[in-house]
C-alpha cells in the first residue's frame, strides 16, 4: 500500500468513524494524525514506545485507555488507533497525560472535549473496527474471536456489562 492510499483510507476512515488514529513510520516517527485536538499528537508519540507486539493487529494498554496497533504488512508502518475508553476519566487522567504530552495546562479543558468526542464503543465493536482496519490497510481477514483470544464468554459479558454501565452513568450526566 502506497503511503497515499494509507493516508487516504484513515482519513476516510476517521471520517467514517470519528475514532482518532495516527500513522508512524517504520521509525516511530508520527507521519499523520487524524483526530478533532491537534495536540493529541503528543500522546499519540507517547504511546507508539509502549507498543510492542507479538501479533498484528494488536492492543495495548495506556493511562487513558485501550490503543489497536496495526502494522503495515509491506511497509513496516503502524497505524495507532484510540484511546478506546474503558473506564470513568478522572481529573488525575488528564492531569497525567497533560504531563506525559508536554501539553500546557490551558488546554485541559479542550482534552477534555476531545475525549468526549470519541464514540463510545463495546469492547467488540472496538475490536471489529480494527479488524476491519487491518482488513484495508493489509488485505487480511481475521477471525475477531480467535486472533485476540475472545473465547471467554463470562469476562467478555463482565466487560460489556461494565462498558454499558459506564456509558449510561457518562450519558447520565449530560442530561
Not at 495506556?62 to 503502524?78: D, F
Not at 487491518?134 to 481475521?142: G, Q, S
Amino acid at each position: 500500500m502506497t503511503d497515499k492510499n494509507l493516508f487516504k483510507t484513515c482519513e476516510l476512515f476517521y471520517a467514517s468513524h470519528y475514532f482518532p488514529l495516527a500513522c508512524f513510520d517504520n521509525d516511530g516517527t508520527l507521519i499523520k494524525h487524524y483526530c478533532s485536538y491537534d495536540n493529541f499528537k503528543n500522546v499519540f508519540e507517547h504511546n507508539i514506545g509502549q507498543y510492542h507486539a507479538d501479533i498484528n493487529p494488536s492492543i495495548f494498554t495506556s493511562y487513558a485507555g485501550l490503543y489497536g496497533a496495526i502494522k503495515i504488512n509491506k511497509s513496516g508502518q503502524t497505524v495507532l488507533v484510540g484511546p478506546y475508553i474503558n473506564k470513568i476519566l478522572t481529573e488525575d487522567i488528564f492531569d497525567h497525560l497533560i504531563r506525559q504530552a508536554s501539553l500546557d495546562w490551558s488546554e485541559k479543558e479542550n482534552l477534555k472535549q476531545f475525549f468526549d468526542s470519541i464514540p463510545k464503543y463495546s469492547y467488540n465493536q472496538f475490536l471489529n473496527l480494527l479488524s476491519f482496519l487491518h482488513f484495508l490497510v493489509n488485505k487480511e481477514e481475521i477471525s475477531v474471536t480467535e486472533h485476540f483470544k475472545v473465547t471467554d464468554t463470562k469476562f467478555m459479558q463482565n466487560i460489556g456489562t461494565k462498558h454499558s454501565k459506564d456509558i449510561w452513568t457518562e450519558n447520565q450526566k449530560f442530561h
